[in-house]
């Protein structure tokens, strides 16, 4: 019987690689896919996939805040966050989040299937090396520069190193203005960090964003 999976991503030339290399194993059927949060999230309710790929970082609606959405309606939702990047900071906030699996858009298909497996079979995986910056990371107690703030507060945070204002921010979260300014303040004050330009250089420096 094959697993069923959902692919949210809003580019895509992603959704149709992953698409003809997951249904090309014979394992897998992608019953669904979607190009922003909103639409991704819906199609979860309507499917009950065994899988959702889930792009970390769209316009609108981040990843990060529909895995929450989604763990909230179903905890045991298997849940695997997708990325260009294979920063820790992004890895440590989807498993701390309850992502079952982080995968890199890079990722060779080879390790694709295996993942893929591991994860339909009920185990978590995240890459082996990703996996041991993570180790390394908590036993020396450095975590990440983004460790002190709450997943609204990352999610501000990287919208605003992505250039997007306070309104279309306030939009795309379903918040008000005045919340943004607050979780943009408070990232400020907890990253210690004075202006726009030098929040843009701190995501850039730890590859959150690309210049």
């Known amino acids: 019987m094959k697993r069923t999976i959902i692919l949210v991503d809003d580019h895509s030339i992603v959704r149709a690689?992953?698409?003809?290399?997951?249904?090309g194993t014979g394992k897998f059927l992608v019953v669904a896919e979607a190009k922003d949060g909103h639409?991704?999230?819906?199609?979860?309710?309507?499917h009950k996939p065994d899988i959702i790929i889930l792009d970390i970082a769209m316009e609108g609606v981040?990843?990060?805040d529909v895995l929450e959405r989604i763990l909230k309606?179903?905890?045991?939702?298997?849940?695997?966050?997708?990325s260009m990047f294979e920063d820790y900071a992004f890895v440590s906030r989807a498993i701390n989040l309850g992502a079952y699996g982080y995968i890199s858009k890079s990722i060779e298909p080879e390790k694709l299937f295996f993942a893929m497996g591991e994860i339909a079979s009920g185990k978590r995986w995240i890459d082996a090396d990703i996996a041991l910056e993570m180790a390394l990371n908590k036993i020396s107690g450095e975590g990440t520069f983004t460790d002190i703030l709450t997943p609204r507060e990352f999610e501000v945070f990287c919208s605003l190193a992505r250039g997007k204002s306070v309104s279309e921010i306030a939009e795309s979260m379903i918040?008000?203005?005045k919340t943004v300014g607050t979780h943009r303040t408070k990232v400020m004050d907890k990253l210690r960090i004075n202006n726009l330009a030098?929040?843009?250089?701190?995501?850039?420096?730890?590859?959150i964003i690309t210049p």
């Open 39 to 46: 639409e991704g999230y819906s199609l979860y309710l309507k």
């Open 62 to 64: 981040s990843g990060l």
């Open 175 to 177: 918040i008000s203005e």
């Open 198 to 207: 030098e929040l843009t250089r701190l995501a850039i420096r730890h590859q």
């Open 73 to 82: 309606k179903d905890r045991s939702a298997k849940v695997v966050m997708l």
């Open 17 to 23: 690689g992953f698409k003809q290399l997951l249904e």
